[in-house]
């Protein structure tokens, strides 16, 4: 009791903390279905994060939870570490939830289950008038849990074609609307066959003012272009709507700046997106720039602009 501990001791369902640091530091990862605590107190401890042991406060599980259930929970855990470690690579929290050599326990242990199972119900049914079979009845559930939580890393979800589905999460469809209707393609022709990069612009034109700016921007975009480009538009359901030289993608409402910054990110086809806002105007070189940057090493590349920001 009083022991402090550290990001390992934050599991929730029995944890209290404060509000604050939540809405300061991290809410969770609603990519995940397993271990969403864990992964969220891995974030947690660069602010200094402590766990306080108070041995009074119990929890009480009010479910029953048989070999079955817990299997397929062990094996929904592996997938859902398979996740973390592709968020975490390199650290101790993936090395610690995805441990090197999943996928050969799973190949050379899977022909086991079966009979790993048939051998825990005998230990079950007999341990009630043997409890010196328990040691063994405890090692089989080890053994099986360990195996079922290998497949969960080493194989996708059931109905996924793509191994490494599982591994990072595909960018949503938000959720609560259609996916935007292709409206309009503007584009030049011939233009970016094939785009070596994407410029994808959110607009939400809500006075004939904007919409103008919008269309300033994408032409000037096209006026100094270098590299063979693409432009590809969401529109967040602009009251006003006016024609752009540009693949246009349109919300039937507005669905918010994140929602059209991913989702042009997600339509765009070239190997390079720049994200630009549709009150900017670019200059020559600019294009050549953000790529060469992008290009030329790991890294985010952010332009100087006369807001000295």
Known sequence: ???????????????????????????????????????????????????????????????????????????????????VAALHPGTEIASRLAPDGAAELWEQKQQSVGRLRQRIAALEASAAADGGVLPELHGAYRELFRILHAKGLATPADGDEDPAAGLLPATPTPAGGPEPALVHDGSPPGAGSPPQLSVTIPVWSRTPELADMARRTVERVWEVARVPTEVVVVDNGSPVEVPLPARVYRYPENRGVS??????????SAPVVAVLNSDCRVEPGWDEALLDAATDGRRIAFPYTDHCD
């Open 1 to 83: 009791d009083g022991q402090v501990l550290d990001w390992h001791g934050f599991w929730e369902g029995r944890v209290s903390c404060k509000r604050s640091l939540l809405l300061r530091r991290g809410l969770h990862d609603q990519r995940l279905n397993y271990s969403i605590d864990v992964e969220l107190a891995w974030r947690l401890r660069v602010t200094g994060l402590r766990m306080v042991y108070d041995a009074s406060a119990v929890s009480l599980m009010a479910r029953p939870v048989d070999v079955d259930a817990f299997g397929q929970r062990c094996e929904a855990k592996g997938r859902a570490h398979a996740t």
């Open 259 to 268: 929602v059209g910054w991913n989702t042009g990110i997600r339509l765009s």
